[in-house]
């Protein structure tokens, strides 16, 4: 049995949290004197604090209760937010897997909590026989497992993560930043199953909306209760709620990018795999490829050069470059570049 309350730190849950002029009067009608607000102007008025027009949205879309959705200022600060609910500084740990997003160790370092990083297998799969030894400690509070996951681009076993939400004594956010590029089933309708599942998506990648940074989270009410009570009271503007609404509102665009970028997906890793100095190319589910090379700051360095930037991730894998999936001209140039690099290399020999 999960016991939720047990999890969050003590201030929190004695906290009271700060009740904006616009949680004591909800209707949309009537002359608004109770917030400092200028009365002239198109941007004058404070947002809406609990999103209601994007989450309607959304819980249409993704087939889930308006009440199990939070929407954070990207996904960044509802990491951030989890830390500061459930980990007091200096005492609780945190749990992910290495290789993995390198924010859950920024976000840990921030708020003085210990982020041990369990290390993923030869196929970048969960070894459970890893997890074991922490279990039973009672001062880990919660688990990260991104799925599909970055900088690797696979989708994390299914059973493998199933086991962990039914052996992990704290909350599990899977994170699916890039759950739309992924043929895989997403984990947010499992959030009434597993009372301490919450799942995190967003709209910088598929939708296509980094700029207006805003992160969604699914999961129950219960935990959603302490997120609102945390987060800053108008933590999204006005600007960006509309942003992804206008984004939701166009679901074909959202479908005939995503469609481009899987087939240059597939175009480029069966390109890349065909070069001969790339020694391995990873299949993916989501948006990015990575490769292993002979030698990676080489040739993250020859492409800087030729103006192309790629994200050179050699200090977390060896020897391995990972390459966000581009327009069909720039996916083009990219490998045109690889193979003026290689020709280049072959005649100097
Ligand atoms: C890009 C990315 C995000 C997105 O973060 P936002 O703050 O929503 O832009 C989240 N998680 C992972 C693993 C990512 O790669």
Not at 228 to 244: D, E, G, I, R
Request: charged share 20%; aromatic share 10%.
């Amino acid at each position: 049995m999960f016991d939720l309350k047990k999890h969050i730190r003590p201030n929190i849950l004695a906290l009271q949290p700060y009740s904006s002029a616009r949680d004591e009067f909800t209707g949309k009608e009537g002359i608004f004197l109770d917030a400092n607000e200028n009365p002239f102007g198109e941007m004058n008025r404070y947002p809406d604090p609990y999103q209601n027009d994007l989450k309607n949205r959304l819980a249409q879309l993704k087939n889930v209760r308006k009440e199990q959705i939070f929407i954070g200022n990207g996904s960044d600060e509802i990491i951030d937010l989890a830390f500061r609910i459930f980990c007091t500084p200096g005492q609780d740990k945190v749990l992910t897997f290495s290789p993995s997003y390198g924010m859950y160790e920024v976000s840990a370092n921030i708020n003085n909590v210990e982020l041990i990083k369990v290390p993923l297998d030869e196929n970048f799969q969960i070894d459970l026989t890893n997890l074991q030894a922490y279990w039973k400690d009672s001062n880990i509070k919660l688990l990260f497992i991104c799925s599909p996951n970055n900088p690797t681009g696979n989708c994390l076993n299914r059973k493998a993560i199933e086991y962990c939400l039914l052996n992990f004594d704290g909350l599990i956010i899977i994170d699916e930043a890039y759950a739309d590029f992924s043929s895989e089933e997403s984990w947010v309708n499992q959030v009434e199953k597993y009372p301490n599942l919450l799942v995190t998506q967003t709209f910088s990648k598929a939708w296509g909306l980094a700029a207006a940074r805003v992160g969604i989270a699914y999961s129950n009410v219960e935990v959603l209760h302490y997120f609102n009570k945390v987060k800053p009271p108008y933590n999204v503007s006005t600007l960006n709620q509309n942003a992804a609404l206008q984004a939701l509102n166009n679901i074909d665009l959202f479908e005939a990018q995503k469609n481009i970028l899987l087939q240059e997906r597939q175009k480029l890793t069966q390109a890349l795999s065909e070069l001969p100095f790339i020694q391995k190319v990873y299949p993916s589910d989501s948006n990015f490829i990575l490769i292993k090379v002979e030698d990676a700051n080489w040739l993250y360095q020859q492409l800087v050069e030729a103006n192309i930037i790629i994200r050179n991730r050699s200090k977390l894998i060896e020897n391995c470059l990972r390459i966000s999936v581009g327009t069909p001209k720039e996916n083009k140039v990219l490998l045109d570049a690889i193979n003026t690099i290689f020709v280049e290399t072959q005649t100097l020999k």
